[in-house]
């Protein structure tokens, strides 16, 4: 398997332009994450989906973040309008429930810039 | 809420060392604890896993301990590389299922000089 597959690795845009992210989890993993990773909060949950079900989204920080899951092997987050504070690495992993030890496989990340 | 912090924040050695990184949790009450070796520019591998019912997990150079009831964590590695040269996290999770949240600390940047 290729593993959690993300796109694009690099993002560069203007403050109040849509930025969409992309995932596709591992085949067969039914779990899908969201983290974002800032130097002065470290990593953190956004959201996850269960068999493409939203179920906890209490980690987006606001109405301009949303994200989507129309199958199981592809998700998206979208910030709309984007702002410099939201210039992070964005993780997606996905996990097989009930796994051997529910582990999370990560993909390598979109570092998004915001100017 | 459970609060995750690794000691030290960065650390640098010389190559052949055996080394330990630290991780301390405020809230016993995990299900597992992980961890996670992330190279710069890329996403989190993981390297380990522990059970709560587990004291201990190997792989290769690699020892991870897990005192549950003091809240602690220790990551051996031994006979440290330059390979090794990486940030380093420790996540617990509260629950059983997969949906259970996971709370990463800061990480341990390691470097591992030739």
């Known amino acids: 398997d290729a593993g959690v597959i993300q796109s694009p690795r690099h993002e560069v845009t203007e403050m109040g332009q849509e930025v969409t992210l992309r995932c596709k989890p591992i085949?067969?993993?039914?779990?899908l994450f969201w983290y974002r990773q800032t130097m002065m909060r470290g990593l953190e949950l956004l959201i996850y989906f269960n068999n493409n079900v939203p179920i906890d989204d209490s980690g987006m920080p606001e109405d301009r973040f949303s994200a989507k899951m129309p199958n199981a092997s592809f998700s998206t987050l979208k910030i709309q309008p984007s702002e410099p504070r939201d210039s992070a690495v964005y993780f997606c992993a996905s996990s097989l429930d009930p796994g051997p030890h529910n582990e999370q496989f990560f993909g390598p990340g979109t570092r998004l810039t915001v100017l | 809420k459970q609060e995750v912090t690794q000691i030290p924040a960065a650390l640098s050695v010389p190559e052949g060392e055996n080394l330990v990184l630290n991780c301390s949790f405020t809230?016993?009450?995990?299900?597992?604890l992980q961890w996670f070796r992330q190279d710069p520019g890329k996403g989190l591998t993981s390297l380990l896993l522990?059970?709560?019912?587990?004291r201990e997990q190997t792989s290769g150079r690699l020892n991870a301990s897990l005192d549950k009831s003091s809240g602690r964590s220790t990551l051996y590695i031994a006979a440290s590389q330059p390979g090794d040269s990486a940030t380093y996290l420790c996540?617990?999770?509260?629950?059983?299922?997969?949906?259970?949240?996971?709370?990463f600390g800061e990480g341990t940047q390691l470097t591992v000089n030739p």
């Open positions: 996540a617990v999770r509260r629950g059983e299922t997969s949906g259970s949240r996971l709370t």
């Open positions: 522990i059970q709560s019912s587990q």
């Open positions: 809230d016993s009450a995990i299900y597992n």
């Open positions: 085949s067969g993993h039914d779990y």
